[in-house]
């Protein structure tokens, strides 16, 4: 990685309104793994948060910061990072076991094809349990060696 890179994301992130702990260290295990994490506009117009496959890029809006929702995001997108591990490069879901609380159905139910609704699914599943960010880091340990 690249002195340039390190200080061009320190910038960014110190102008992020207080960044959470759990944010700080979930994005740097997420970068451990192989994952890079930016805080910019994701190329999806109105997504808070964006994983490519393909090269392992995650974006993080940065409104969600103004929104308190930062660390909600990047696991809801650690999610998405072990099922890429998982799938080998190729997203797949996880076989999970949790189910999404009722407030986030809407969200993972408007994607049509159906494997990207299970994809979805399972992210928001772990993203409105109450120890979210533990099941987050052990999926990323279980599944991105």
């Known amino acids: 990685m690249s002195k340039i890179f390190i200080l061009n994301s320190l910038l960014l992130l110190s102008q992020i309104p207080n960044p959470e702990g759990?944010?700080?260290?979930?994005?740097?295990q997420l970068e451990k793994k192989g994952f890079q994490v930016i805080i910019a506009l994701p190329p999806?117009?109105?997504?808070?948060?964006?994983?490519?496959?393909s090269d392992k890029k995650?974006?993080?809006?940065?409104?969600?910061?103004e929104l308190h929702i930062g660390t909600q995001t990047l696991i809801h997108e650690a999610v998405h990072a072990a099922q890429v591990c998982a799938g080998k490069g190729k997203i797949?879901?996880?076989g999970l076991?949790?189910?999404p609380s009722n407030y986030a159905r809407p969200f993972f139910r408007r994607y049509t094809d159906v494997k990207r609704q299970d994809l979805e699914r399972?992210?928001?599943?772990?993203?409105?349990?109450p120890?979210?960010?533990?099941l987050a880091?052990?999926?990323l340990q279980q599944h991105c060696k």
């Open 22 to 28: 759990r944010f700080l260290d979930l994005k740097n």
């Open 44 to 53: 999806k117009r109105g997504a808070y948060g964006l994983l490519r496959e």
């Open 58 to 65: 995650i974006w993080i809006n940065p409104v969600v910061f």
């Open 92 to 94: 797949k879901t996880l």
């Open 97 to 99: 076991d949790i189910q």
């Open 122 to 129: 399972e992210a928001y599943a772990i993203q409105t349990q």
């Open 131 to 134: 120890n979210n960010f533990e």
């Open 137 to 139: 880091v052990s999926l």
